[in-house]
Structure formats: C-alpha cells, structure tokens
C-alpha cells in the first residue's frame, strides 16, 4: 500500500523533481487534465477532480503516518487537484462550445500562473487550510487556491472577449 500511495502522492514521482516540486506537479497536471478533458469533457475533469482528492487525502495521511512534517513537498497529488480545478472554467467552455481545449491556451497561462501564485501567496482560505497541518488541510489548501485561480480566470476571460473583444 506504500508504494502505491507514493506513486499516487508524488504523481509518479513528480514529486521528486528539483526545483520547486510543486510546480512541477502543477505542471504534470497540465497533459493529465487534457486527456480527461479529450476523453470526457468536462465531466470527466470534474470526476476525476473529486476521486483524486479523496485518493490524495488518502495518500497524504499514509506518507505522513508518524512523522511530523504533514506536507512534505514531494507530496504533490494536492497541486494537480488545484491545477484541475483552475482549468475547468476553460474544460467547461471546450465542452458546452464544442471547441478543441487547446484553443483556449492563454486560458491554460491564465489558470497555471494563477494558481501557483494563489498556491504561494496563501490569501485567506487558502492560508486557513493550510494551517489546518493535516492531511485534509494539504489537499484544502489547493482546491481553495484553484477555486481563486479559476476565478480569475473567468475574469480574465470576461475582459479579453468583453472588453477588449479579442
């Protein structure tokens, strides 16, 4: 169960890339989220969203079992849940448009800086799960940062096609 705990936690071993592991992993979530979305759209991303945050809250608790450090930075399975997250107003949009995902590849900037600057910075909930120091709160503090990233998006989205008319 250890190994595969790691292999879910780490993403592969993603986890275990220098500099910055997660961004790394925020990176691994890139292809991934393209293949649930090319094999299933947005429901598929959403589906897949909510079974990897339970198998990361799963994974997290097992790698941290009798250590203190409760997220250690090769942990990264909480990145690609964020990063999931901040792609769907982009997964949402291919799907109900029926445009090809990676037409919308500011979007996938958008969603990328956004959410690793969300992710760094902890504002508000973010930091109030991350505080959490528990393997709930390592996974929290992720899907709140994606929550704010996709917002952002979707702003950004409404002043590039409604202001600006691009």
Same mark, same amino acid.
């Given at each position: 169960m250890k190994v595969f705990a790691m292999l879910i936690g780490t993403v592969c071993g993603a986890g275990y890339l220098k500099p910055a592991p997660g961004t790394w992993g925020s990176l691994a979530a890139l292809?991934?989220?393209?293949?649930?979305?090319?094999?299933?759209? =947005?429901?598929?991303?959403?589906?897949?969203?909510?079974a990897l945050f339970i198998l990361g809250v799963w994974a997290t608790t097992e790698l941290t079992k009798?250590?203190?450090?409760?997220?250690?930075?090769?942990? #990264?399975?909480d990145e690609v849940v964020?990063? =999931?997250?901040?792609?769907?107003?982009?997964?949402?949009?291919? &799907?109900?448009k029926g445009l090809d995902i990676l037409v919308l590849w500011p979007g996938w900037i958008s969603a990328f800086v956004l959410f690793r600057l =969300?992710?760094? &910075?902890?504002?508000?909930? #973010?930091?109030?799960?991350?505080?959490?120091?528990?393997?709930?709160? #390592?996974?929290?503090?992720?899907? &709140?940062a994606g929550i704010f990233a996709a917002g952002g998006?979707?702003?950004?989205?409404?002043?590039?096609?409604? #202001? =600006?008319?691009?």
């Amino acid at each position: 169960m250890k190994v595969f705990a790691m292999l879910i936690g780490t993403v592969c071993g993603a986890g275990y890339l220098k500099p910055a592991p997660g961004t790394w992993g925020s990176l691994a979530a890139l292809p991934l989220a393209w293949l649930l979305h090319r094999s299933g759209g =947005f429901p598929m991303l959403l589906m897949m969203t909510g079974a990897l945050f339970i198998l990361g809250v799963w994974a997290t608790t097992e790698l941290t079992k009798g250590k203190e450090d409760h997220d250690p930075s090769e942990v #990264v399975i909480d990145e690609v849940v964020g990063q =999931f997250i901040a792609l769907m107003p982009l997964s949402w949009s291919a &799907w109900t448009k029926g445009l090809d995902i990676l037409v919308l590849w500011p979007g996938w900037i958008s969603a990328f800086v956004l959410f690793r600057l =969300f992710d760094i &910075w902890k504002p508000g909930l #973010v930091g109030w799960a991350d505080r959490r120091n528990d393997p709930v709160g #390592v996974m929290l503090d992720d899907v &709140w940062a994606g929550i704010f990233a996709a917002g952002g998006v979707i702003v950004l989205a409404g002043l590039a096609h409604g #202001v =600006f008319g691009l």
